[in-house]
């Protein structure tokens, strides 16, 4: 498996792998892919990679710019991988990838809505915890962050999400 950044001619596949990724997850709303495209068309992509195995695109990962109170974060949004894929460290593989990429280009947290049950593998831990507060109604467990560095600054404040996001 190879990845690597995301190239103009990547852009259907993605949005079909998105689609399909999403198209039975529990807590989709459907519209994912168009959150992808918009992100992208507003220029607020601040890392795009997939996940290549056999010439196909079977997992993207996508970090957008975000701001706890003055201070850059990294949003985490989404994950998708191919539902043939899925349970195959392709996920994993992409999240790890994006955070060391993420941090060299000034990044010292992300931030995701996800899976209890997923993210904390890789170190996510409740953003309340970490002094960050979702700007909407969720459960703890479900809105994490991950420190990226070790000399990142502490944190307080409320997460602000840039307009595609909808918030």
């Known amino acids: 498996m190879l990845i690597r950044p995301e190239t103009p001619a990547d852009l259907p596949a993605i949005h079909q792998l998105v689609t399909l990724a999403f198209a039975s997850a529990a807590h989709s709303d459907g519209t994912e892919q168009d959150l992808v495209d918009a992100l992208r068309a ?3 992509c601040a890392l795009s990679l997939v996940a290549v195995q056999d010439n196909e695109i079977v997992g993207h990962v996508l970090f957008s710019p975000a701001t706890v109170g003055t201070h ?3 949003a985490l949004a989404p994950l ?3 539902p043939d894929c899925q349970r195959q460290g392709i996920g994993a593989a992409l999240v790890r990838e994006g955070h060391r990429q993420i941090a060299a280009l000034g990044y010292d947290w992300s931030v995701v809505l996800g899976s209890e049950t997923y993210y904390p593998r890789f170190g ?3 953003a ?3 002094g960050i507060r979702a700007p909407f109604d ?3 467990e479900n809105f994490m962050a991950i420190r990226l560095r070790p000399d990142a600054p502490a944190l307080s404040g409320v997460m602000q999400y840039v307009p595609e996001f909808g918030i």
Do not use: E, M, N, T
Request: aromatic letters at 6%; proline letters at 17%.
């Open 72 to 74: 850059p974060v990294a």
């Open 128 to 130: 309340r915890a970490l």
């Open 42 to 44: 507003g220029g607020h």
């Open 124 to 126: 996510y831990q409740p």
């Open 138 to 140: 969720v459960p703890d």
């Open 80 to 82: 998708a991988v191919h």
